[in-house]
């Protein structure tokens, strides 16, 4: 007759064993969701965007570099399921198709500045769409990108 677990205690490792096991999980999973920021080709003075994705949301990171004082009410950001356009101050600056499907519905946009350089970007947070159907994975965050005319 097998032993049944009682009161979180495993039989043969005991509460400090499941302890170190829940903990090695959880680290896990931090280091396999958490993705460091990913860089397009070229030098880095000329990256148009940044992304990471976990498990549930890719992150585009679109900077601005030419661009002077800029607030949230110069910043324009369609999402829809399968596309992403942003214009800041009336100018296109990015317009793709999406790896995969999005949840435009949950899906955000946030303006940032660089304290140093003063510099500013636009984080566009997509959240992916999840289901049999969808990658859990995105390879990458476009499938197809444009950037506007630069200044």
């Known amino acids: 007759m097998p032993m049944a ?3 979180g205690v495993l039989p043969e490792y005991g509460f400090q064993g ?3 096991c829940l ?6 999973a931090v280091v396999l969701g ?3 920021w990913t860089r397009q080709p070229g030098p880095a003075e000329e990256q148009p965007f940044y992304w990471r994705q976990m498990e549930d949301e ?6 601005l570099p030419g661009f002077k004082g800029v607030s949230s009410k110069d910043v324009e950001c369609a999402i829809t399921e399968s596309a992403l356009e942003l214009r800041v101050q009336e100018r296109l600056v990015l317009k793709a198709r999406t790896f995969s499907k999005a ?4 899906s955000y946009w946030q303006l940032d500045r660089h304290p140093d350089t003063s510099s ?4 566009v947070c997509l959240l992916k769409q999840t289901g049999p159907n969808f990658p859990l994975e995105w390879e990458r965050p476009f ?7 630069a200044k």
């Not at 903990?23 to 896990?28: M, P, S, T, W, Y």
């Not at 890719?58 to 900077?63: L, N, S, T, Y």
């Not at 500013?120 to 984080?123: E, P, Q, T």
């Not at 499938?143 to 005319?149: D, L, W, Y």
């Open 120 to 123: 500013s970007s636009v984080l």
């Open 23 to 28: 903990a090695l999980l959880v680290g896990l």
């Open 103 to 106: 949840e435009p519905s949950k």
């Open 58 to 63: 890719v992150e585009v990171r679109v900077m």
């Open 143 to 149: 499938a197809e990108v444009s950037f506007g005319p």
């Open 18 to 20: 499941l302890a170190s």
């Open 34 to 36: 958490l993705r460091c």
């Open 5 to 7: 677990l009682q009161a």
